[in-house]
């Protein structure tokens, strides 16, 4: 089975609108950490938000905020008024047990398109 | 600045002939770990280390070496390329806790 499932593989939004990434995973760890990174054209990877499996509230940076389901082992990213420089892939990972593990599982990605 | 640094960026290579991807951090992370990146496949990672002369297999080791003699350095060797290794490489790494990972730019492999 997949860890990690983004089952969107692109999207197109209107600028301005708001725009949720869906993320499922799956794991029996009880101790886990979400991450949500952002891979524009040009190719560097760049963090943009967590979430720890004990954290009581969603995760905010921003206009990012992590839209976190326990029960439902979902961690959906919205973005709010998205704006035209978000066009990229957008990746969803999971780092399973306890932080002295280094494997991080990422999903296949999403590819966001904002359109003007 | 803050970085994790690779070289080279792009590299175009023959079957066989050995190469070196380096890889430099100046955060003192303990943390350093390499990924592949594929179409359709996400990340996966190569090798990773948890600190100097500590390293270990992730998901895809075969045909590839590491080395962590010093902190700040971690060495992707590929000692025989070939066409399948071609791909986007990226160096990470990251501080001990809960700490997200910072890459570097990326090195575009191509094994004719």
């Known amino acids: 089975a997949q860890k990690i499932t983004q089952t969107q593989p692109g999207m197109f939004v209107q600028e301005k609108e708001a725009v949720t990434l869906d993320c499922t995973y799956d794991t029996s760890d009880p101790s886990y950490g979400l991450f949500w990174y952002k891979q524009p054209s040009s190719g560097e990877m760049i963090f943009l938000i967590y979430?720890?499996?004990?954290?009581?509230q969603n995760a905010t940076e921003g206009r990012y905020s992590l839209n976190f389901q326990k029960a439902r082992k979902s961690a959906n990213l919205v973005i709010s008024a998205s704006q035209l420089g978000d066009s990229a892939m957008y990746f969803c990972a999971m780092r399973e047990g306890n932080f002295g593990n280094e494997k991080l599982t990422f999903g296949t990605g999403t590819r966001l398109t904002i359109i003007p | 600045e803050a970085q994790v640094t690779q070289n080279p960026r792009y590299l175009i290579t023959v079957t066989g002939k050995k190469l070196t991807v380096t890889c430099s951090q100046n955060?003192?992370?303990?943390?350093m770990s390499w990924y592949r990146q594929d179409p359709g496949l996400g990340l996966r990672q190569i090798y990773y280390s948890m600190n100097v002369e500590v390293t270990d297999k992730g998901d895809v080791p075969e045909g590839y070496k590491v080395s962590r003699k010093e902190k700040r350095n971690f060495p992707l060797i590929l000692e025989s390329p070939s066409p399948n290794q071609t791909s986007l490489y990226f160096c990470a790494s990251r501080r001990q806790g809960n700490s997200p990972l910072h890459f570097g730019n990326g090195t575009r492999l191509t094994v004719t």
């Open positions: 979430q720890g499996s004990y954290d009581q």
């Open positions: 955060m003192n992370h303990e943390y």
